[in-house]
């Protein structure tokens, strides 16, 4: 990654057609490293930091549009980024991510050739070592084939700073859910597209570079919030029969989780709308 003493010096856009959003939240020092790697126009989405990262981004990089959320919004920040941006093609980044010289300027061209394609997702290459992530390569496997004509195998995963998406497909869908928050929220997301009618693709020749600190994160907060997500996606979309294995787990995994999701049961309820066989049958074969 560039010296953080060039943050300032932009890299030239390869595409025009697409605008990265990043959301972050105190992690200005990650922001320093990633931010010039990025090459096309970049919507920074701040979740309330208290480190001073919006302040210190406007200043290092003019050209950045930052915009400065009153709360914490975790994933869902993504939304007001594709909101805002100019482009009919958005890629996600993390702040501790950015995408190869190439891979947007080759997803606009498969956007352009391909008019149902409403997700790309990328190759990941994890660290200094460039260590391929298993979820890529679980991605390449293709268990669920590809549709004819397509540019590559479908998903209904993926990892969100690791897909670039049309802008009419994502807000046709309404984004990331807000009640999700973190860790998990793509399924949701994947599924709605998928029964919207978009395809979503694996296309390696896309790639991310992905630079995630080793430690220093809760990860019993993770599995909780991982735990109430999948049961709460699953309320919201899945049969019946799979709510209750899904509850079934959640209460010998995390215990407290199943609570998490009690308290939102209501809402879930409201907004429970059962996927449409053909859209089932393949989250169900995943």
Same mark, same amino acid.
């Not at 390569?137 to 590559?152: E, F, H």
């Not at 919030?225 to 996606?233: D, G, K, Q, S, V």
């Given at each position: 990654?560039?010296?953080?003493?060039?943050?300032?010096?932009?890299?030239?856009?390869?595409?025009?057609?697409?605008?990265?959003?990043?959301?972050?939240?105190?992690?200005?020092?990650?922001?320093?490293?990633?931010?010039?790697?990025?090459?096309?126009?970049? !919507?920074?989405?701040?979740?309330?930091?208290?480190?001073?990262?919006?302040?210190?981004?406007?200043?290092?990089?003019?050209? !950045?549009?930052?915009?400065?959320?009153?709360?914490?919004?975790?994933?869902?920040?993504?939304?007001?980024?594709?909101?805002?941006?100019?482009?009919?093609?958005?890629?996600?980044?993390?702040?501790?991510?950015?995408?190869?010289? +190439?891979?947007?300027?080759?997803?606009?061209?498969?956007?352009?050739?391909?008019?149902?394609?409403?997700?790309?997702?990328?190759?990941?290459?994890?660290?200094?070592?460039?260590?391929?992530?298993?979820?890529?390569?679980?991605?390449?496997?293709?268990?669920?084939?590809?549709?004819?004509?397509?540019?590559?195998?479908?998903?209904?995963?993926?990892?969100?700073?690791?897909?670039?998406?049309?802008?009419?497909?994502?807000?046709?869908?309404?984004?990331?859910?807000?009640?999700?928050?973190?860790? +998990?929220?793509?399924?949701?997301?994947?599924?709605?597209?998928?029964?919207?009618?978009?395809?979503?693709?694996?296309?390696?020749?896309?790639?991310?570079?992905?630079?995630?600190?080793?430690?220093?994160?809760?990860?019993?907060?993770?599995?909780? !919030?991982?735990?109430?997500?999948?049961?709460?996606?699953?309320?919201?979309?899945?049969?019946?029969?799979?709510?209750?294995?899904?509850?079934?787990?959640?209460?010998?995994?995390?215990?407290?989780?199943?609570?998490?999701?009690?308290?939102?049961?209501?809402?879930?309820?409201?907004?429970?709308?059962?996927?449409?066989?053909?859209?089932?049958?393949?989250?169900?074969?995943?």
């Amino acid at each position: 990654m560039n010296d953080p003493a060039w943050a300032a010096e932009p890299v030239n856009p390869e595409s025009s057609r697409v605008t990265v959003v990043v959301a972050t939240r105190d992690r200005r020092d990650r922001l320093f490293e990633t931010l010039p790697e990025h090459r096309a126009p970049v !919507i920074l989405v701040d979740n309330a930091s208290t480190d001073g990262s919006p302040a210190a981004v406007t200043e290092a990089f003019p050209a !950045i549009e930052v915009v400065r959320l009153g709360e914490n919004r975790g994933a869902a920040a993504r939304n007001e980024g594709v909101r805002r941006a100019g482009t009919p093609y958005v890629a996600f980044a993390d702040d501790d991510s950015y995408w190869t010289e +190439g891979s947007l300027a080759r997803a606009a061209a498969l956007f352009d050739a391909y008019p149902r394609l409403g997700l790309v997702t990328a190759q990941v290459l994890v660290g200094p070592s460039a260590r391929p992530d298993p979820v890529s390569a679980a991605q390449a496997a293709a268990p669920l084939g590809a549709p004819v004509g397509a540019p590559g195998p479908a998903v209904l995963g993926f990892l969100s700073c690791a897909v670039v998406v049309r802008r009419e497909a994502f807000l046709q869908v309404g984004g990331f859910e807000p009640k999700l928050f973190v860790y +998990g929220e793509e399924a949701l997301l994947a599924m709605d597209m998928t029964t919207a009618g978009w395809w979503l693709c694996y296309v390696p020749s896309l790639v991310v570079r992905h630079f995630p600190r080793p430690a220093g994160r809760d990860g019993t907060t993770r599995d909780r !919030i991982e735990a109430r997500n999948r049961l709460l996606t699953a309320v919201l979309r899945r049969p019946t029969g799979v709510v209750v294995r899904t509850a079934a787990a959640t209460l010998r995994e995390s215990p407290p989780a199943l609570w998490d999701v009690a308290r939102s049961l209501r809402w879930a309820l409201r907004h429970r709308r059962p996927l449409p066989p053909s859209t089932e049958a393949a989250v169900a074969r995943l």
